[in-house]
């Protein structure tokens, strides 16, 4: 746990190096301190801030530690910053990624339970009203969106109303890959338009194909897909270990941060 504390704030503080960030010199708590508050947060305390600036506070680790609003206002300040990290060890992991292979797919992450939903604050509105079909369920929250090499690690990831299709996801995805890599998914992703508009970009998508699909992938190939298609339930898992029963949350806006912030504490996880 040491040791990944010091990982975490050193890869924080490097980047706000690297990019030159200005920070007031009458600050009590650096930037990189606060990045290192939040991911550990995430790691260890289920997403709890004052029990993660406790622990931190407690130990030693960040003597100038912010009360419970002068931090949540720093936090949201920040919150670009996080982005930014996560794309910097994505880089590093498409890197590593020698076969250019990913995954796409989506997890559902509740706001509240289903007989919570007319009390609902933070969302409102049937288009936050998705369906799990693997539980035969609905829930009412956002979607993750994410991209991953074949190896597990996170490298892309948007968030989206819990109605909003995979099919419509596609047109979101950035796609920022090296060239010759071929992206794989669920029969969702099937779309001949968006294949042939990446085959251009020199990209292939080749998600499982549907049985009157007009353009069937040999045995190897789905060989191939099913092998690389489990890491992407493998990443699902960490990530939702990471999850506490339920997100505390008071706005949308501090709902999303939070959830971002599990994505980036699981590609963090992958260092180790």
Known sequence: MDNQIVVVFCLSDDM???LHHHEDKQCRMRDAEVMTTAIVAMLYFSGNFCLASRFLYDGGYIP???GK???NRRLHRIADLFLTLFLQLGECWKKYNEHSSYVIDSFPIAVCDNYRIMRSKI????DWRGYIPSKKRYFYGVR??????EYGEPV???LAPGSFSDTSALALYNFDLPENAWIT???AYNDYLVEDIMREAGLQLLPFRK???LRPVPPFMLYLQSTVRKMVETTGSLIERLLPKSIHAVTAKGFELKVALFVLACSINFLG
């Open 211 to 213: 049985k009157n699909s």
């Open 123 to 126: 969302y409102t509105g049937e």
């Open 156 to 158: 892309e990831f948007f």
């Open 16 to 18: 706000l190096k690297a």
């Open 144 to 149: 993750i969106h994410i991209m991953i090499t």
């Open 185 to 187: 998914g669920d029969k």
């Open 69 to 71: 609003s002068r931090f």
């Open 64 to 66: 100038g530690m912010l």
